[in-house]
Structure formats: structure tokens, C-alpha cells
């Protein structure tokens, strides 16, 4: 069993930066890949990115490659999203989740967080 808190969201102007995180509580978080997830007001949950275990695999989606990273500190049981040169479209409630392996799909992520709002003025 796997629970996850993000944290980080907020109010920014176009073109500035936040960081999410995601807390995660178990041991076996370590043997889990990690993905963020988007759900914009009115759309579907949509792929943001997702790291491997070891975090030496990432996957982005085409719309935040580029200006988009995530990367993970198993230590401290934490996957991070740094996101660089924000646009109004990035407007949405931030998911963070944990699978067997780097998918896009989230029907194939097993654990969820409770999501953070990030809004993007322009």
C-alpha cells in the first residue's frame, strides 16, 4: 500500500515556475514508477510525465517537453515536477501516482494522491 500528498501548487503568472511535489508513505516506494497527471476544468485526466524506479527513465508528454522534469529522491520518498515557462494551459489539478512501470495510461497506475491545483494567469 502506497498513499501520496502532493504539495507545491499555487497562482503564477504566465512564464513562471513551480515545483510539485509528491510525498509518498510505505517502503515500497522505491520499487514503484511514478507518474504526474493533469485534469484541466471540462477535460479528461491527461499524461504529464512519468520516472522509472531508479529514475534513470523519463517519459514527458509532447505539450510540456522541454520546459517540464521529473525527477525522484527515494531517500526521502519524494517525486518531484519542476515546471519551467508556464502557460495558461497548464491550468489544471495535479495528480501524482505510482505503478509497477513508466506508463501513460492511468487506468495502469494503481496509487493516487488527492491532486493540486496550479493556475496559470496570463
Known amino acids: 500500500q502506497v498513499q501520496l500528498v502532493e504539495s507545491g501548487g499555487g497562482l503564477v503568472q504566465a512564464g513562471g515556475s513551480l515545483r510539485l511535489s509528491c510525498a509518498a508513505s510505505?517502503?515500497?516506494?522505491?520499487?514503484?514508477?511514478m507518474g504526474w497527471f493533469r485534469q484541466a476544468p471540462g477535460k479528461e485526466r491527461e499524461f504529464v510525465a512519468t520516472?522509472?524506479?531508479?529514475?534513470?527513465?523519463?517519459n514527458y508528454a509532447d505539450s510540456v517537453k522541454g520546459r517540464f522534469t521529473i525527477s525522484r529522491d527515494n531517500a526521502k520518498n519524494t517525486v518531484y515536477l519542476q515546471m519551467n515557462s508556464l502557460k495558461p494551459e497548464d491550468t489544471a489539478v495535479y495528480y501524482c501516482a505510482a505503478a509497477e512501470m513508466t506508463y501513460s495510461d492511468d487506468t495502469r497506475y494503481k496509487y493516487w494522491g488527492q491532486g493540486t491545483q496550479v493556475t496559470v494567469s496570463s
Open positions: 520516472i522509472s524506479w531508479h529514475g534513470r527513465s523519463t
Open positions: 510505505g517502503r515500497m516506494f522505491s520499487s514503484y514508477a
